[in-house]
């Protein structure tokens, strides 16, 4: 193409350096209009793309858990994988989590790369010593000589209506846990981008997605429908810039916040929005780094509140930018009660816009209790 354009340029006296120049432009422009250029696509059929290239680009991904072939995934997050790739690299399995997470992680030994789905991450609990004890510990324990490319993933945290037992969210447990990464999306290019990046990865990775979230629809731009899109592992994403208070949020609490940050917007305050995007590693340095920009610090998650990912992030910001807060650290999370079943109780149990609200208000001094 360029030799193309060179010839005509050169006919109609352009200079090589000019027309260097005028390539250079057009990549610069090109690029711009790549990056745009956005078209709407649920978090579920984000998830099937991501599922759907990487086990295309690599003989070695496969996937395996309960009703991911014949029926498509409980969620149909596994659409159309049994027709393209056959039952070996599609593996329905019986319900047992114990068992077939173990037969995913010996597989990751060998050096295959297994995608391990649970119908809820509430059933890995089952599975949970093959999680912890043999994916995270064994490159550490070998000595770097044994790495486990398998990632875990598959619905965390309160749906509706399906009460105490498969309600939790498991961001706070397996991110204290060394040796795992741990990545929870919320936008159908986070969920597309960090998928593809925990495939890839050689370590253990626990994704954690939102029942609620499969159906939702978010712009994705044209750069990340391109097969080679990755997101950082470790790095959060600003959703929304401000000045008066920052607010930390992940999965299904980042709509919440940016819900929150439209209301206190017409009331004077400038809300800050992270997208964590990873528990672990967290991004600690943007987190600092907003806090040390609006002097507040509102951490949402619908998880309980004791030892959370929100009581982490706040610990990081009294130890590396105490001297910056302007008022006390405020912590939005889940109850600290098993779920309630009860429709009007099951809404007290997690966190609301409104309780965003008021938070920043507290943390800006005004009358909000």
């Given amino acids: 193409m360029s ?26 422009f090109a690029s711009r209009k790549f990056s ?23 003989p070695k991904v496969f996937i395996m858990g309960e009703e991911v072939g014949e029926y498509q995934g409980a969620y149909k997050i596994s659409k159309g994988l049994l027709d393209k790739y056959g039952p070996e690299r599609v593996i329905d399995t019986p319900i047992t989590e114990a068992g077939f997470t173990g037969i995913g992680v010996g597989a990751a030994y060998y050096g295959l790369k297994p995608i391990v789905e649970f119908m809820t991450f509430n059933f890995s609990m089952q599975a949970i010593d093959h999680i912890i004890n043999s994916a995270a510990k064994s490159n550490y324990m070998s000595a770097g000589q044994i790495s486990v490319p398998i990632v875990f993933r598959g619905p965390n945290g309160a749906a509706a209506g399906v009460g105490a037992q498969h309600s939790q969210c498991y961001a706070a447990w397996y991110g204290a846990c060394p040796g795992l990464k741990v990545l929870a999306p919320y936008s159908s290019e986070d969920a597309r981008g960090l998928l ?24 994705v731009s044209a750069e990340a429908l391109d097969s080679s899109f990755c997101l950082p592992i470790g790095k959060s994403k600003i959703e929304r810039e401000g000045k008066d208070v920052t607010i930390t949020a992940f999965s299904k609490m980042v709509g919440y916040a940016l819900k929150a940050a439209e209301i206190l917007a017409k009331e004077g305050i400038s809300a800050e929005v992270i997208n964590l995007r990873s528990i ?11 806090v040390r920009k609006t002097n507040r610090l509102v951490t949402v998650e619908e998880g309980f509140p004791q030892h959370g990912v929100g009581a982490e992030i706040c610990a990081s910001v009294v130890e590396d930018s105490f001297e ?8 939005i999370s889940g109850a600290d009660v098993p779920m309630p079943y009860a429709a009007n109780l099951e809404r007290m149990a997690v966190p609301q816009v409104e309780d965003i609200v008021r938070a920043a208000k507290r943390a800006c001094y005004r009358a909000a209790k």
């Fill in 3 to 28: 030799g193309i354009i060179g010839r005509r340029m050169a006919n109609r006296g352009i200079s090589a350096f000019n027309m260097n120049q005028f390539m250079l432009r057009s990549r610069v």
């Fill in 196 to 219: 593809k990046a925990a495939i890839r990865d050689p370590d253990p990775v626990v994704f954690l997605e939102n029942e609620l979230l499969y159906g939702e629809s978010f712009p």
């Fill in 280 to 290: 672990r590693p967290l991004d600690r340095p943007t987190i600092n780094a907003s």
């Fill in 324 to 331: 910056y807060l302007d008022a006390p650290v405020e912590r």
């Fill in 36 to 58: 745009s250029a956005a078209k709407e696509m649920t978090v579920r059929d984000a998830l099937n793309s991501a599922l759907h290239e990487e086990m295309s680009a690599d």
